[in-house]
T-cell receptor
Framework: GENVEQHPSTLSVQEGDSAVIKCTYSDSASNYFPWYKQELGKGPQLIIDIRSNVGEKKDQRIAVTLNKTAKHFSLHITETQPEDSAVYFCAARKTSYDKVIFGPGTSLSVIP | DVKVTQSSRYLVKRTGEKVFLECVQDMDHENMFWYRQDPGLGLRLIYFSYDVKMKEKGDIPEGYSVSREKKERFSLILESASTNQTSMYLC???????????FGSGTRLTVV
């Protein structure tokens, strides 16, 4: 079955710097890759997603890139702010009715 | 705004009790999910449902059951609570294929 790995497990950056979180997946048939942000005491929130027919997607300060050949995808956060501090999860899914497989999470700390 | 509401934020139950965790969504979503989240283990799927009265086992269904009598409500049942079921429980819903999840805020269950 699908396996999603995520690195790093923790990440500290200075406010204003960029943060990059990388994920790899094992099943080349996976075609949907969402990213979730979980703030302390809250449930995960979808922040951006990408489908396999697209190589890159941007939404203001966040962007996701997908390399299908290498089976990896990355989340890029530019101009980080303290409110970006949270746990970020990547995920992958193969078909509409397959389970979404989550990565183990990255704890991002943005230092003011 | 789309909402997934979990009935309790915190619960403390005794070993052997039957426990009901309730989840309601107001978005007319077809798909609903129950996850548990534990440190170092990430998000693990317990059960999911793609339609009323339909349920499918996830990765860790042992000791749990679910009920979906109405489209908007998905209940997780711990038949006989045990201390190893102490965890954060997250409910999620999605509209359908290739759609992200909307998570509830979670129920932190402690079994003593």
């Amino acid at each position: 079955g699908e396996n999603v790995e995520q690195h790093p497990s923790t990440l500290s950056v200075q406010e204003g710097d960029s943060a990059v979180i990388k994920c790899t997946y094992s099943d080349s048939a996976s075609n949907y890759f969402p990213w979730y942000k979980q703030e302390l005491g809250k449930g995960p929130q979808l922040i951006i997603d990408i489908r396999s027919n697209v190589g890159e997607k941007k939404d203001q300060r966040i962007a996701v890139t997908l390399n299908k050949t290498a089976k990896h995808f990355s989340l890029h956060i530019t101009e980080t702010q303290p409110e970006d501090s949270a746990v970020y999860f990547c995920a992958a899914r193969k078909t509409s009715y397959d389970k979404v497989i989550f990565g183990p999470g990255t704890s991002l700390s943005v230092i003011p | 705004d789309v909402k997934v509401t979990q009935s309790s934020r915190y619960l403390v139950k005794r070993t052997g009790e039957k426990v009901f965790l309730e989840c309601v969504q107001d978005m007319d979503h077809e798909n609903m999910f129950w996850y548990r989240q534990d440190p170092g283990l990430g998000l693990r799927l317990i059960y999911f449902s793609y339609d009323v009265k339909m349920k499918e086992k996830g990765d860790i269904p042992e000791g749990y059951s679910v009920s979906r009598e109405k489209k908007e409500r998905f209940s997780l049942i711990l038949e006989s609570a045990s201390t190893n079921q102490t965890s954060m429980y997250l409910c999620a819903s999605s509209l359908g294929p290739i759609q992200g999840y909307t998570f509830g805020s979670g129920t932190r269950l402690t079994v003593v």
